[in-house]
């Protein structure tokens, strides 16, 4: 997204650098003015405060509720949504009740299936999939900020070398689910 803006943004000054100053300053040197800021805006684009409305100084983080019946997998989402918060949402803090805002979770399937088989016919990687259900409710408008029916995501761990399910399947498939969940709501709000 930040590479797109600042393509949009930067095109015209190339085109501008080229007609003024086309024997002063080098292409080379405009394209360089152009990858320092795609890479300052690269960095731009995060889940904070100021990205939820305004008005959104609290939020509940509700438990997970679990359809799968791994309460551990459950606590473990529930968790990294938490700090995922406490990470990225600096100025919103989280309560138990009477919050600005309700963020809830349902844990609706998981998966470990075999991936990869090397030539012994023996399983050298699974792939964990997570799929949950979102819905992020601003209280004070009464209305929906960010709800996906359907989430998914996965993570790939290689009993090869010595990787486990929970350790790094399931841990790589809940970053993921942390990124999907912070991409997606600020694409909706």
Partial sequence: ???????????PFITFCNMIFCKNISRLFCALIVAMAACMLSGCYSFTASTLPSHIKTVNIHEVEDKTLDPV??????TAVVDMFKRNAGGVRLVNDNANADF????????????NYNSNSDVETYRVTIRVEVKFYDNVKERIIYESKSLSADGVYDVQANETEDRHGQTRAVEKLQDLIVSNALAKW
């Fill in 1 to 11: 997204m930040a590479i797109l803006l600042s393509w949009i943004f930067f095109v």
């Fill in 104 to 115: 809830e979770i349902t844990l609706l399937s998981y998966s470990n299936k075999p991936e």
């Fill in 73 to 78: 997998l459950a606590n473990n989402i529930h």
